[in-house]
């Protein structure tokens, strides 16, 4: 990768002036004309600071600094090291707490590294091969073997799961190719995209929320995902109460 280029597209690519960036990393800009022509040579923390600015995902700060001839500054540890045991302490500790509503956590890639009991909900009746740890939820999602048969609104909740996909082209476009296009909904939207989906305890109306560890610097940690379904109403509740074997008030 060449550093000044990866740099350039980077920063036109967040829409920023090289003056912007340049005031947000405590330089000049014509410094940074510099260094994007290759006519400056950015040190090591220059390089760090930039990333920073530039708010990059860690794994991309990584490729920044390889691509200026640096080591990476970010580890990355398998979820499995000892060092991020308190980070699946964490995992499930959530997961249990957000029953009896389904939730779940995934890779960067959205591959499941870890669902709650109450996640079955969702997963009922999918072919065995697009299940369990490894697998990938947005194929599970959008799969006609998967949860897609079962989704009362497939073509909106389809350009909800595409949207994420914008580093996995070749899943999108696999993905793409299994649902409906999407029409434009009449009159109110609403306040979010909700899960319309049947199930063996009723209709569902579910939305989602997404939650990540806002402070990592594990490029492994800083990439998880947890997404957690919730009621949209309250016939919903019940019915997730009552198939987790809990009353109601007890959340």
Known sequence: MDFPRAL???RTGRRLSQLDLALRAGTTQRHLSFIESGRSVAGRNMVVRLAESLELPLRERNELLLAAGYAPAYPENALDDPVLAPVRTAIDHILRG????????VDRDG????ANDAFSVITEGAA????????NMYRLALHP????PRIRNLAEWARHILARLGHQEDLRAELAAYVPALEPADGHLGFAVPLHLGSAVGELHLMTTVTTFAT?????????????????????????????GQAPGNM
Request: aromatic letters at 4%; zero cysteines; hydrophobic letters at 50%.
């Open 8 to 10: 350039r597209e980077r």
């Open 98 to 105: 957000h029953l009896p509503y389904p939730a779940l956590v």
């Open 111 to 114: 591959n499941l590294i870890a």
């Open 128 to 135: 065995a091969e697009l299940l369990g740890p490894g697998r």
């Open 145 to 148: 073997e998967g949860v897609a």
């Open 216 to 244: 990592a610097v594990d490029v492994t940690l800083a990439e998880l995902k947890l997404e957690a379904f919730l009621p949209v109403d309250s016939a919903t509740a019940e019915a997730l109460h009552a198939a987790n």
